[in-house]
């Protein structure tokens, strides 16, 4: 089955200066909201659609574990819940606290790929500040 067609907004090649640090942003911002008693590791993340709107969430932790959500998904599930199953993500960012490289897991790779597989992702590699398409990071992301 094809993938749908990426809206014009999606396959623009970088994002202006104002896009990439309003995104970190309010990625960095999110973090402050994280509830994470357990693991002491506050996430943030921060969502540009093609719309053009940043949506934000935060990790969520559960005493059962499994039940806890990343904030790269949060932030996704609001911007669904607020524009529908069209949304298209152009950008993803994350900030942690304490400071360290982390790229999003798995789950929120493919969860990313399901609406921007093309869409640029921010966050704290060994080196510094990376970027990267979610493509890069999920070369062989699930489609139905």
Known sequence: MKSPELPEECRKPELSQNEREALLTAASGALENA?????????????????????????????????TNCAERTAIFSAVAAEGARMRLRAVAVATEPVLACAPCGACRQVIHEFGAEAWIFFMGAGGLEQKRASELLPHGFNL
Not at 41 to 63: D, H, K, M, P, S
């Open 35 to 67: 509830y994470a008693p357990y693991s002491k590791f506050r996430v943030g993340a921060a969502v540009l659609t093609a719309a053009g709107a940043i949506y934000t969430g935060c990790n969520v932790e559960n005493a059962s574990y499994g039940l």
